[in-house]
C-alpha cells in the first residue's frame, strides 16, 4: 500500500475504530472506485481529444483543397501571363522592325 493508503488505513483503524481486515477492504474499496472513476474520466478525455483532433484533420484537409485550387488557378495566371507576355515581344518586336525597315 502507498502512502495515502496507510494513512487512510490508519484513520479507519483509529478513529472509527474498525477492525484491520474491514479497513483494508473500505480502502481497497475506496481505491478501486478512484481507480475506476480516473479511469472514465481518462476516456472521456481520450474521446474528446480524439473528437477534436479529427475535427482539425477535417479542416486540414479543406486547407488543403482550398490550397490545390490556389495552385491550379496560379499555374492557369502563370500560362496566360507567359502568353500575352509572349505575344506582346513578337508585336513590339515587329514594331521595331518596321521603325527600322521604313527608313
Sequence with gaps: MNTVNLNLHQILKTDFKLSD???KEFVDAIREEVHND???????????VKE?????????????????SVKVEIKESKNDMLKWFVGMFFAL???????????
Design 21 to 23: 481486515a474491514k479497513a
Design 38 to 48: 480516473i479511469k472514465y474520466e481518462n476516456s472521456d478525455f481520450k474521446s474528446t
Design 52 to 68: 477534436d483532433f479529427l475535427k482539425l484533420e477535417l479542416k486540414f484537409e479543406q486547407v488543403n483543397t482550398k490550397i490545390e
Design 93 to 103: 518586336a515587329l514594331m521595331i522592325m518596321g521603325l527600322y525597315l521604313k527608313k
